[in-house]
């Protein structure tokens, strides 16, 4: 048995970047591995999802996870259903503690079982099915997000913002910086919109960018704008 211990709110954070009934299957989850690390030899792994056009990854170190003696194998590499996680997983109240339990077992057969326990209620295990297929390698997104050099014009969908926007304002929830400071966003010559958090080191997203045609965006100021700050008109006795 292994057990991840995780904020709830993080993971509900975690989960706004999931596929939702995407024909590739394999993104209507969150991916979960954990393993041995490779430099240190400590556990270590990571919880992450995407739906192809936006996508997180978040930090588990070896204090979040035990490892129980019987464990023949300790690498893990799951893709949690999201649909399973929406019925289970619920932002915990002002007086409620915020972390939860994700328990990785194996069948009699070696297919790997999970379950979802939130600490406020730890009595009850919530079954999570496991989504079968391989998710997508994520490493080599993030090689290219962190390594390209910083392009001025990046294109970003709205909805993909505002995806970025709800999940800032959850994982801040978990620091003591005020919930209103803006997400650091980098936006990178491949493409990528990397965006990071202030005071969550843990925690990296991107968000894809999308065709704009240039030719309908203003290049220069606009003649609006550049008219109203040529005006040196002295308006003060006339209150316009």
């Known amino acids: 048995m292994i057990r991840i211990q995780y904020s709830i709110t993080d993971l509900l954070a975690v989960m706004e970047f999931s596929g939702k009934n995407d024909v590739r299957y394999y993104l209507n989850g969150v991916h979960l591995t954990v393993g041995a690390d490779f ?29 129980g003696e019987s464990e023949e194998s300790r690498l893990r590499d799951v893709i949690l259903d999201i649909d399973c996680l929406k019925r289970h997983v619920r932002k915990p109240r002002a007086k409620d503690r915020d972390d939860c339990e994700i328990i990785l077992t194996r069948d009699t057969s070696g297919v790997d079982v999970a379950h979802y326990v939130d600490s406020n209620d730890p009595s009850i295990m919530y079954p999570i099915q496991i989504v079968a297929g391989k998710f997508p390698n994520t490493s080599r997104v993030w090689r290219v997000a962190f390594n390209e050099e910083l392009d001025t014009n990046v294109s970003v969908q709205g909805d993909y913002l505002s995806v970025v926007a709800k999940a800032c304002k959850l994982f801040r929830d978990r620091t003591d910086y005020h919930a209103n400071l803006a997400p650091m966003i980098q ?21 894809m960018s999308c065709r704009v045609n240039w030719d309908n965006v203003h290049k220069t100021m606009p003649y609006w704008l550049e008219r109203d700050l040529m005006d040196e008109t002295d308006h003060s006795d006339t209150g316009t």
């Open 39 to 67: 430099n240190s030899g400590r556990m270590a792994g990571v919880i992450e999802a995407t739906n192809g056009h936006h996508m997180v990854s978040t930090a588990l170190d070896s204090e979040d996870i035990f490892v």
């Open 187 to 207: 936006g990178k010559k491949s493409g990528h919109t990397l965006v990071q958090v202030e005071g969550r080191s843990d925690v990296v997203m991107i968000v």
